[in-house]
């Protein structure tokens, strides 16, 4: 198995080094990526075999300059169609796309543009992810924020304005257990207006109780759709087990929860097929459940901390807008948020396009919300980031940038009677 992605720590034990390089080189000594764990929900679905079967059947270098073209004039855009604009063939289609893509926005969303900011209150973690900062085997500063530290982050978020926050934990049920993800969802209740999460997966059930706390959405990364990709890059944990994974926004739905999100990490696998993969999971589930608020996005693969030698396969930015466009014409009415990972330049520009969404204020360490928006000193104490992002501007300087382009900036849209 070939090594460039994998980096050792000075700090690891001569047993969990052993364990780890064991994990990295011998398959056999990895869990079945399709097997439950004790404790996990097994739903009845077949969402995950419609998108596989769709998925597995998709070859991108099969469609045509004609196939793109009909699937551009034609009023509605079917699965053959999403398959077309997705593909190497719709690239030099780009800037039709991208009209097709703002007109379909503007006629749902209007110039509107939402405004969030995550916020990340612990980063332990028990899964051994090969390309993120927060892997069980990475020596990070390691930090869960208590109920206390939670409210002081969250008065210099809500001070800033802001109405919608990102609630985030590394995926460790051991260190950030459902309890105290639900009393910072209550917490946050108190400051804000909108509350979304981006735990690890749950039960149905124990979406129905993080609901009940006030948590208004969910959002889960599958990271890649490809089954076999999926295994070589984790190795170890909760997070391993693929199709536990997969369910996640049914679990929500069923749970009670208004909307859930879809994403790929784009670099990781084949990204044509990941993108298709990623909209046809929304579009099954808006299908089933269509009273749920269903949104996107496609986020590239990033630097971590202690790695330098991730490689992801390459998604450019033409690219990267290739797949947001194919997703407005495809799904016209789901929101589409567009990362910090970006630069602020491709962010002002898509927006104008087809992305609803947007963070501002962004910091992906834990408890440095007051160290870098509330003019405190350096924390010393602070959890380490989870990746490098482009995107660093403040909630005011996001606001007055989308404001100056002609777009209407929006910090909430729904009210609790």
């Known amino acids: 198995m070939e090594n460039r992605f994998f980096v050792d720590s000075e700090f690891l034990s001569p047993e969990a080094l052993a364990k780890k390089h064991r994990l990295e080189t011998d398959p056999a000594s990895r869990k079945d990526p399709m097997e439950y764990l004790p404790g996990m929900e097994v739903i009845d679905s077949d969402v995950k075999d419609l998108v596989l079967s769709q998925m597995r059947g998709y070859d991108p270098a099969a469609y045509t300059a004609r196939e793109v073209r009909a699937a551009l004039e034609r009023e509605t855009c079917s699965v053959e169609d999403l398959k077309a604009l997705l593909s190497p063939a719709a690239e030099p289609f780009l800037e039709k796309m991208a009209e097709k893509a703002r007109l379909e926005t503007s006629k749902h969303f209007g110039n509107t543009v939402y405004l969030f900011t995550p916020l990340y209150i612990a980063n332990y973690c028990e899964n051994y992810c090969v390309y993120c900062g927060f892997n069980c085997y990475n020596h990070i500063r390691r930090m869960k924020l208590s109920e206390e530290q939670i409210e002081r982050e969250m008065r210099v978020i809500a001070d800033s304005g802001m109405e919608e926050i990102l609630l985030l934990t590394g995926e460790s049920r051991a260190k950030s257990d459902?309890?105290?993800?639900?009393?910072?969802?209550?917490?946050?209740?108190?400051?804000?207006?909108?509350?979304?999460?981006?735990?690890?997966?749950?039960?149905?059930?124990?979406?129905?109780?993080?609901?009940?706390?006030?948590?208004?959405?969910?959002?889960?990364?599958?990271?890649?759709?490809?089954?076999?990709?999926?295994?070589?890059?984790?190795?170890?944990g909760h997070k391993?087990?693929?199709?536990?994974?997969?369910?996640?926004?049914?679990?929500?739905?069923?749970?009670?929860?208004?909307?859930?999100?879809?994403?790929?990490?784009?670099?990781?696998?084949?990204?044509?097929?990941?993108?298709?993969?990623?909209?046809?999971?929304?579009?099954?589930?808006?299908?089933?459940?269509?009273?749920?608020?269903?949104s996107l996005s496609c986020p590239r693969l990033r630097p971590i901390v202690n790695n330098e030698t991730i490689n992801p396969l390459d998604v450019g930015e033409r690219q990267l807008c290739q797949i947001l466009c194919?997703?407005?014409?495809?799904?016209?009415?789901?929101?589409?948020?567009?990362?910090?990972?970006?630069?602020?330049?491709?962010?002002?520009?898509?927006?104008?396009?087809c992305a609803t969404k947007i963070s501002a204020g962004v910091s992906t360490g834990i408890g440095d919300h007051e160290t870098k928006y509330a003019g405190q000193k350096e924390n010393d104490a602070a959890g380490d980031e989870q990746f490098e992002i482009s995107d660093g501007r403040s909630l005011s300087a996001m606001y007055a940038d989308m404001a100056e382009e002609g777009l209407q900036p929006v910090l909430n849209d729904y009210l609790y009677v």
Not at 183 to 197: H, I, N, Q, T
Not at 243 to 267: I, T
Not at 281 to 290: C, F, V
Not at 328 to 351: D, K, Q, W
Request: include cysteine.
């Open 178 to 236: 459902v309890n105290y993800i639900g009393e910072a969802c209550k917490l946050a209740r108190k400051y804000f207006r909108m509350v979304g999460l981006e735990v690890y997966p749950l039960n149905t059930d124990e979406y129905r109780y993080l609901r009940a706390c006030g948590a208004d959405y969910v959002t889960v990364f599958q990271e890649t759709y490809d089954i076999e990709k999926y295994e070589t890059l984790h190795l170890m």
């Open 240 to 294: 391993r087990v693929w199709p536990y994974r997969f369910d996640a926004q049914e679990r929500a739905l069923r749970g009670g929860m208004r909307g859930v999100a879809f994403s790929a990490l784009l670099g990781l696998s084949d990204f044509r097929k990941d993108a298709l993969a990623t909209a046809l999971h929304a579009y099954y589930l808006q299908r089933r459940y269509p009273q749920a608020e269903i």
């Open 326 to 353: 194919a997703y407005r014409i495809f799904l016209p009415y789901a929101g589409i948020t567009v990362s910090s990972r970006e630069s602020a330049g491709f962010r002002n520009g898509i927006v104008k396009i």
